[in-house]
C-alpha cells in the first residue's frame, strides 16, 4: 500500500534553531520527537535564496544553474518535472496549504493573464486547498470571522510599545498563519479514503518578527544573547569584501519590523537581542502546531502509514554578521533544517553528518513513491540514509548559489558596474575550506576549522593560493558534472535511440546500457 506523504516546509528557519541538534535556547519538542522516530540531517542546506529560487530547488530537484530561478518572480520553466507533477504520476492528487512562489513560464500565456502579475503561482501539478499568498488575505479573511472586524490588511503585525517590540500580536496563538493552514489540512485530512500528499507550507519564522502569547515572552533577549558568528564592528565586518559592505548598508527596518522606521543598519545589540527572542518564539509556535498535526494524525490511526518531511526553503541571518534577512554566502543563510521520518524504516533516532542539499528532496521522494524523474536530476536520493546504509561516494561538500541582479531596478548593476549575468555567486563548502566565487568580484575563501564564523578572508593570502585554486578547480568541476544532462545520455543509433541510464546513488560508478528506445 502506497504511504501518505507530508511535505512540511517552513520559512526563513535557521538550521541551528533546533533542540535535537544541541541549540542551548530554542525548544522544538515536536521536532525533536520527530527526529527521534526517524533520521535527522544535520549539514542540510538551501540551493539558493531567497523564496522562490530555494523553492525551486526543493520541488525540482536541480542547482539554481540549471532550474535558473535567479529571483524572486523569475519564471520557473515548463519542461521541468516537478515533486507534485511526479506525485501526481504516481497516483495521488498533491495538495497544496500555503503558497510555493513559484512563477509561471509567461510563454505560452497572454499578455493579459493576470497570473503574470504576481511571482506567488502555485508549482505546477499541485490542487490548491487553502493558498495563503504575501497579503495574507485569506488568513485576515478568516480572522473577521473570528471577531477581528477590523483587520484588513498586514498592519495587523504592528505592534504597540517600543521600536523593537515583545509585545505580544492582537491575534491569538491559535488565530496565527500557521494555526489557520493546520486548520485547514486537518479537515482536508479527515476527507481523504485513499493514500494522500499534502504539502504544508508555513509562512513562519520568515517575518516580520512578531509573534503572539505565549511565545512572544517565551525567550527573553538576555537568554537569546547576540550571534557569535560576526566582527567586532560593522565597519570591520563591511571591509571584508565590497558585497558585505553594499549588503549592509541596504536592507530597511521595515522589512523585518511591521511599522519598523529606519535601517537594519542602525540596530544596537539590544535590538538584534529583542529580535532574536521574539524569533526564537515564532520557531517555538510553528513547533507546536506541527505538533498538533502529529496529534491528529496518530488520534486518526493514519501516523503509522505517513512519510513526512520536515524542512525549511533557506535559513535567517539573525544577527549573524550584523545582518537579518537571506541572501549572500554566510552559513546563516543556508544552513537549514532537514528531518525524514518514514514509518518503514524502524531505526529512528539515527543522525547524518553527510553534506545534504534541498536538491535532494525530489529525487527521495521520487523513490519513496516508486517514480523516476522525467529529467535529469542534481540532487541525489536520501533513501540510502533512511535504510541506514552506508554511502562512501556521496558529496563531501555542500554548494549553493545567490543571484544578486536587479532586471527591473538595476540597482545591483549600477552599483558594482556589472551586467545583470555577473551578479551571481556560487558556493563551495566542505569540512576544511569555503569558497565563494563572484562571476564579477573578487573571490572569498574561509577557513572552517580554525574560522568557523568566517571572518577572515584568506583568498589574497600567498600562502593559501593553492587551496583557493582546488576549490576553484572543484568547483568548475562540480559545474561541469551538473550541466543539464537530459538527453545527454542519449544517442541516436542505427538501432534507434540508446539511452545509457546513469547510477544515481553513484554519479562516479559506470552507467547502464538501456536497450534501444526506451524512454528517458
Known sequence: ???????????????????????????????????????????????????????????????????????????????????????????????????????????????????????????????????????????????????????????????????????????????????????????????????????????????????????????SPAEAGLSSARAESRPEEASVHPFISYALDRPMLESFVSGGEGRVADLTDDDFRVIRSIYFGMISEVDAQFGRIVAALKAADVWKDTVVVFTSDHGEMMGDHWSLGKGGFHEGSYHIPLIIRDPNETQGGRRIDAFTSAADIMPTLCERMGIAPANHMDGRSLQPFMRGEENTAWRDHAFWEFDFRDIEGQCQENHFGLPSNLCNLSVIRDQDFKYVHFAGLDPLLFDMREDPFERVNLADDPNFLSIRLRYAEKLLSLRAMHLDQTLAFTVLTSGGAFTRVPDRDNPFAAADGAPHGVGL
Open 1 to 219: 500500500m502506497k504511504p501518505n506523504i507530508l511535505l512540511v516546509t517552513a520559512d526563513q528557519w535557521r538550521g541551528d534553531c533546533l533542540s535535537s541538534v544541541g541549540h542551548s535556547v530554542v525548544k522544538t519538542p515536536n521536532l525533536d520527537a520527530l527526529a527521534a522516530e526517524g533520521v535527522l540531517f544535520r549539514r542540510h542546506y538551501a540551493g539558493a535564496a531567497p523564496c522562490s529560487p530555494a523553492r525551486a530547488s526543493i520541488y525540482t530537484g536541480l542547482y539554481q544553474m540549471n532550474h535558473r530561478v535567479c529571483v524572486n518572480g523569475t519564471p520557473l520553466d515548463r519542461r521541468f518535472d516537478t515533486v507534485a507533477l511526479a506525485a501526481r504520476r504516481a497516483g495521488y492528487d498533491p495538495t497544496l496549504f500555503g503558497y510555493t512562489d513559484v512563477s509561471p513560464d509567461p510563454r505560452s500565456m497572454h499578455v493579459n493573464d493576470p497570473h503574470l502579475r504576481s511571482y506567488e503561482g502555485v508549482l505546477p501539478g499541485f490542487s490548491v486547498r487553502q493558498l495563503l499568498t504575501e497579503d495574507e488575505k485569506q488568513w485576515l479573511s478568516w480572522l473577521r470571522e473570528r471577531g477581528h472586524s477590523d483587520v484588513w490588511d498586514r498592519s495587523i503585525h504592528a505592534l504597540k510599545g517600543e521600536r523593537i517590540s515583545k509585545a505580544p500580536t492582537c491575534y491569538s496563538k491559535d488565530e496565527t498563519q500557521t494555526a489557520f493552514l493546520v486548520d485547514a489540512f486537518l479537515r482536508w485530512q479527515q476527507e481523504q479514503d485513499n493514500p494522500w500528499f499534502a504539502h504544508l507550507s508555513f509562512l513562519r519564522p520568515h517575518p516580520p518578527f512578531c509573534v503572539p502569547a505565549p511565545y512572544n515572552t517565551m525567550y
